[in-house]
């Protein structure tokens, strides 16, 4: 019988650079690795609460939010690791939508004009502002 293969890890399935969540939904980044031995799995990402990972086996790791916060925004990264060598998985830059502010138009009369609401985007998008009349 042959020795064992050995080999550095390396990804079967990545996950993807950009995910748009809405505010208040659940979601998940999963990521299967190859590689022999056994990979240790961490995940680069924002400090937020409520972040849990999963490692359904020694080569996938997922990590779950079971309601997405404006916290959960920003860049994921898996990384895998062992004794032969590391690989990171694609940087997934993570949008959580949703509006936090809304602020009332009136004219120089007190009538109402429309509102005016500050989107929800994320760090590596930037914000947007909506004019709604």
Not at 64 to 70: G, H, L
Not at 119 to 125: F, G, H, I, L, T
Request: charged fraction near 25%.
């Amino acid at each position: 019988m042959g020795e064992p293969s050995l080999h550095a890890p390396f990804i079967i399935t990545d996950i993807d650079a950009y995910k748009w969540v809405k505010h208040g939904s659940k979601f998940e980044l999963k990521v299967h690795f190859g590689g022999s031995p056994p990979l240790d799995v961490t995940w680069d990402k924002p400090d937020s609460p409520h972040i849990k990972i999963e490692k359904p086996n020694q080569f996938t790791s997922i990590l779950r939010v079971s309601k997405a916060k404006d916290t959960h925004t920003g860049n994921y990264q898996a990384n895998a690791n062992n004794h032969y060598g590391e690989k990171k998985s694609e940087r997934c830059c993570l949008q959580v939508e949703g509006y936090f502010y809304l602020q009332y138009i009136m004219d120089s009369a007190g009538t109402f004009m429309g509102k005016e609401y500050w989107e929800v985007k994320a760090q590596c998008v930037g914000i947007r502002r909506v004019l709604e009349i």
